[in-house]
């Protein structure tokens, strides 16, 4: 069973996660549909960003898996060379 600690994280995360979706939802679907002269604009950052913060943080998550699958592997390959 879960500690009180991790349901805590747990549950700041899929807070985070909720408040990113629909701040993203919103930029993406909504804002395009809403007067260029509206208010709500300024809490928006450009439509260019829509697609380049995505494609980046992708890039950087399979960065980083990258780097961590080879870690695991030539971490394995010198256990096994030692154990010989």
Do not use: C, E
Not at 48 to 60: C, D, N, R, S, W
């Amino acid at each position: 069973m879960a500690t009180g600690t991790d349901q805590v994280v747990g549950l700041g995360l899929v807070a985070v996660s909720l408040i990113i979706f629909t701040y993203y939802t919103a930029w993406v679907i909504l804002l395009p549909f809403i007067d260029s002269q509206h208010v709500i604009h300024k809490y928006f950052l450009p439509r260019a960003y829509a697609v380049a913060i995505p494609l980046a943080a992708g890039l950087l998550l399979l960065l980083f898996v990258g780097v961590f699958i080879i870690y695991v592997l030539l971490k394995n390959q010198k256990v096994t060379k030692k154990t010989q």
